[in-house]
Structures are given as C-alpha cells and as structure tokens.
C-alpha cells in the first residue's frame, strides 16, 4: 500500500512540475542617471509578442521604478516602456523566453532614450 501511494505521489509531481516550468518571470527597475521624473509610477510597462501585434501584459513601475511580469508563456516578445506623458521616449527590447525563464534586467531609461528608436534591441540583463 505504501508503494501504491508513492507512485501515485511521484506520478502527481511528475506531471505538476513541467507545467509549471513553461511560465516565465520578467522582472526589471528602471534608473535614472539624472532627476527620476515625479511619475514614473505612471510609465507605462507592456509585454507584447514578437511581432508587436498583441499584447500579453502590462503593469507600471511601483514608487523606485520597479516592474514585474509573472506567468509569461516560453516564447519571444517586446518589452515596451514609454516614456509618459507624451510618450516622449519609447524604448522597446527583445525578450527571449524560449531557454531562460527567469529575467531580471535594469533599464537606464534617460540614456537609452538617448539612442532611442523604433527597432527592438537586446535586453540588458543583470545577474
């Protein structure tokens, strides 16, 4: 009988582990090498597919410029992060959720503003 449950418990894990081994974590701050704007909070932060057609997530920077996205399929994306109001800069960055799962990355938003345009660039990642 102890048998029988300890297959049954390592068959139940068997199955429960790589379905939670497909989601991904991106998470990221944002930095300021001069005066970080009093609204940061209302940047937007959006995750869309590799082709920018649809968007998966979205969220906003907490008080200290803080982001993070949970439960991202394996896949490619965008990361977009705009500058608001106005959009007066928008940053956008490959994320490659295909072999590593958890990303944590640090973005300079002014100085990559900077050198800023409408082509994805590779993700800063930190450590």
């Not at 068959?11 to 704007?37: C, V």
């Not at 968007?55 to 906003?60: D, H």
């Not at 991202?72 to 608001?84: D, N, Q």
């Amino acid at each position: 009988m102890k048998i029988l449950l300890i297959l049954i418990f390592v068959a139940i894990l068997s199955f429960s582990a790589p379905a939670q081994a497909k989601k991904g974590t991106l998470e990221g701050i944002i930095y300021f090498t001069n005066d970080t704007p009093r609204n940061l909070n209302t940047f937007p932060v959006e995750l869309y597919t590799s082709d920018q057609r649809r968007q998966v997530a979205a969220t906003k920077p907490n008080q200290y410029g803080g982001f993070k996205f949970e439960g991202i399929k394996r896949g490619k994306y965008v990361l977009r992060i705009r500058w608001a109001p106005n959009d007066r800069c928008i940053l956008l960055y490959r994320v490659d959720f295909t072999e590593k799962l958890n990303i944590s990355t640090g973005i300079i938003m002014d100085a990559a503003c900077s050198a800023a345009n409408a082509v994805p660039r590779k993700l800063p990642e930190r450590d």
